[in-house]
């Protein structure tokens, strides 16, 4: 059964319980029940919609900028293990030294002006990426170190070429959309019935009224597109960058 379905029958059986219960109520109520003695059942039932629905759009925001930080993160740990390979690799003698750096070059360099546009714009990154990258892991992997100094520096630079490696796929693995349909359903639906609810009360023409509705409606049409603008961390306005690649190789241009 789809998640859809399941929501389906769900939204149902809860709409057709309070119609039930209300059927039941009305009919075995007694003959001097007065129901202008209880509270306004519209006033409270909007309080709660706004109430519950001001909590849903607070989670989507913090979940949806977690997602933005986190990939930020992975962009900056892999751009801080490939210059930590480049300044290592010193240790070296000049011409080892000098083909490996120029390999971690071509491939930050790709990153920036190649494989960022491809990023955004399709929402996956290169085959070329992944080519210039398991370069650079053979040119550290293979070295066969001359010395005991170089043999010290080997095991750490092959761990960096790995945390780079794993940061690459944690920034390929957090590309796509990290709000599900369902949740974009609830959240649409939500500020639909919550603006609904301002016309149950009886909205009336006079200027003041219709400015804290036009207003009211402009502020859950904000935060649903701030949502929808961190969804998606590489393509969008506020979205994370190269800034780092761009930070630690200064030569590179994006």
Known sequence: MSEWLVLLLAMLAACAVVVVITLLRHRT?????????????????????????????????????????????????????????????????????????????????????TE????ADHGHVTERGDELLARVRADVTDYQPKSD?????????????????????????SMGATMPGVV??????????????????????????LVLAGLFSALIAFLLFLIWDFDAPYSRGVSATAGPFLDLFPHLTG
């Open 149 to 173: 100094f170089e043999a010290q520096a080997y095991q750490p630079l092959v761990d960096q070429v790995a945390a780079a490696a794993q940061a690459r796929t944690a920034r390929a693995g």
């Open 29 to 113: 109520k007694a003959v001097d029940d007065d129901p202008t003695e209880t509270p306004d059942v519209i006033e409270y039932m909007t309080m709660w919609i706004g109430v519950v629905y001001a909590i849903v759009l607070g989670l989507a925001i913090a979940g949806v900028w977690e997602a933005r930080v986190a990939a930020q993160d992975h962009v900056q740990a892999e751009a801080l293990a490939l210059h930590e390979v480049s300044e290592r690799v010193r240790v070296y003698p000049p011409d080892v030294r000098d083909h490996i750096r120029a390999d971690v070059n071509a491939y930050a360099g790709h990153v920036v002006t």
């Open 184 to 209: 974009w359903f609830g959240l649409i639906s939500g500020g639909v019935i919550t603006i609904g609810m301002v016309f149950a009360l009886q909205i009336r023409r006079t200027k003041r009224e």
């Open 116 to 119: 960022w546009k491809t990023m």
